[in-house]
């Protein structure tokens, strides 16, 4: 989904139904593989909240992207 600025896409890591973080990479960035990406999140805890709020957005947005690691 949208970055911070026009060049950065956000991302959000959950492994097995479980919130891992989030993080931003670059519109232009060529990451071909799943341990690229994992390299740009910043790990947080889960909680029912961040749950929430996941499952909220996906519900109410349309994203670019769901990728299947």
């Known amino acids: ?29 060529q990451l071909s593989t799943p341990e690229q990406l994992k390299d740009h999140i910043k790990r947080y805890e889960d909680n029912r909240d961040v749950q929430q709020m996941i499952r909220s957005y996906l519900n109410q947005k349309k994203v670019e992207k769901i990728l299947e690691l």
């Open 1 to 29: 989904d949208k970055g911070r600025s026009e060049g950065e896409k956000s991302v959000v890591l959950v492994e097995n139904g479980v919130y891992k973080g989030f993080g931003f990479v670059d519109r232009e960035a």
